[in-house]
């Protein structure tokens, strides 16, 4: 049980980069970019093709965040140079994505027992050797998912961060201050799609394996995670909370204005849920379905505030 409570808990804490960057585009920018679900197994691939070839685990995870940046760029050229629709472009990028990455690491590829991960290099041995693999796993995907929100969190009180949340909210007010909101966009998909692909290379290498359709329904699940957790953080700091609670001053800090708090426990929230349907007995290839049905259950008791809520 704690092996299974372990194992979940990682994959929360990595796919938490995932919802980082899905929170960026959708709550962030109000940018429903579609990218999300090429540029995942495009960090997969450029990850996993690496480390077969020798490179160290580390260096991987660099240069499937610079794959991902690249995608996100396209996307927002493609948008904001060439005029066309943002959800658009975010398709025209995905679709071009699926044919590369099977051009990059086939439909699938396995990485040998023998060769290191990030979770079996060196440094990581050094400092954890005496644990076993899965809590090496946990203690690192929670340091990378830890470290990155400290890094949004940080970014989004400096001046471009500030600039970049304004695109969404008021486009029109950074215009007014002589900066180009064209750029910020692109700005903003490029660290959403580098986010997106740093999660893919980190869960090959936690799976050590790559497939061309694992990105399928990861903006579901990216959309999802930001309502859940947004809706919780939410109901525990409101000033009026629900059924008479009071507020809970230690959630109200932790609840950044930036939501990346929030996104990082929806996402491991949503993991336990889908871990406890399959639980259940629902089989694992359900495991789409499930995605779908939990996104749409959340939709439905999170009410019409759904959309505020992923825009907030």
Same mark, same amino acid.
């Given at each position: 049980?704690?092996?299974l409570?372990?194992?979940?808990l990682?994959?929360?804490?990595i796919y938490a980069?995932?919802?980082?960057?899905?929170?960026?585009?959708?709550? /962030?920018l109000?940018?429903?970019?579609?990218?999300?679900?090429s540029?995942?197994?495009?960090?997969?691939?450029v990850?996993?093709?690496?480390?077969?070839?020798?490179m160290?685990?580390?260096?991987?995870?660099?240069c499937? @965040?610079l794959?991902?940046?690249a995608? =996100? !760029?396209? @996307?927002?050229l493609?948008h /904001?140079r060439l005029g066309? #629709?943002?959800?658009l472009?975010g398709?025209?990028?995905m679709?071009?994505l699926s044919?590369?990455?099977?051009?990059?690491?086939?439909?699938?590829? @396995? &990485?040998?027992?023998?060769?290191?991960?990030?979770?079996?290099?060196?440094?990581?041995?050094?400092?954890?050797?005496?644990?076993?693999?899965?809590?090496?796993?946990?203690?690192?995907s929670?340091?990378l998912a830890v470290?990155?929100k400290?890094?949004?969190?940080?970014?989004?009180?400096?001046?471009?961060?500030?600039?970049?949340?304004a695109?969404g909210?008021? =486009?029109?007010l &950074?215009?007014? !201050?002589?900066?180009?909101?064209?750029?910020?966009?692109?700005?903003?998909?490029?660290?959403?799609?580098?986010?997106?692909?740093?999660?893919?290379?980190v869960l090959a290498?936690?799976?050590r394996?790559?497939?061309?359709?694992?990105?399928? =329904?990861q903006?579901?699940?990216?959309l999802a995670?930001v309502?859940?957790?947004?809706?919780? /953080? #939410?109901?525990?700091?409101?000033?009026?909370?629900?059924q008479?609670?009071?507020?809970?001053p230690?959630?109200?800090?932790?609840a @950044?204005?930036q939501?990346?708090?929030?996104?990082?426990?929806?996402?491991?929230l949503?993991?336990f849920?889908?871990?406890i349907?399959?639980?259940?007995?629902?089989?694992a290839?359900m495991?789409?379905?499930?995605?779908?049905v939990?996104?749409?259950? /959340?939709l439905?008791?999170?009410? #019409?505030?759904?959309?505020?809520?992923?825009?907030?």
């Open positions: 049980m704690l092996d409570i372990s194992a979940t990682t994959q929360g804490l980069l995932l919802s980082y960057g899905v929170y960026i585009t959708y709550s /962030v109000d940018f429903p970019d579609l990218t999300v679900d540029s995942f197994p495009l960090g997969a691939a990850t996993t093709v690496l480390l077969i070839a020798g160290n685990p580390w260096l991987t995870l660099v499937a @965040t794959a991902g940046a995608a =996100g !760029l396209c @996307t927002g493609i /904001v066309v #629709r943002d959800l472009a398709i025209i990028t679709t071009a044919s590369i990455n099977l051009l990059i690491g086939g439909s699938n590829q @396995t &990485v040998d027992r023998a060769t290191d991960t990030i979770f079996t290099a060196a440094p990581v041995m050094g400092l954890f050797g005496d644990l076993s693999l899965s809590a090496r796993k946990l203690i690192v929670l340091v470290a990155v400290l890094i949004l969190d940080a970014y989004f009180r400096t001046k471009s961060g500030l600039l970049l949340r695109v909210d008021n =486009g029109t &950074v215009t007014t !201050l002589a900066k180009n909101k064209g750029n910020m966009k692109i700005l903003g998909v490029v660290m959403a799609n580098a986010l997106v692909a740093l999660c893919g290379g290498q936690e799976q394996s790559y497939s061309a359709v694992m990105g399928i =329904g903006v579901v699940f990216g995670t309502i859940i957790g947004v809706t919780i /953080v #939410r109901f525990f700091t409101s000033s009026k909370p629900a008479g609670m009071r507020k809970i230690v959630l109200r800090f932790l @950044t204005p939501g990346t708090t929030a996104v990082l426990l929806g996402s491991i949503y993991k849920c889908i871990q349907a399959i639980n259940l007995g629902l089989p290839n495991l789409k379905f499930i995605t779908a939990l996104f749409l259950l /959340v439905v008791l999170a009410g #019409r505030k759904g959309e505020e809520i992923i825009h907030a």
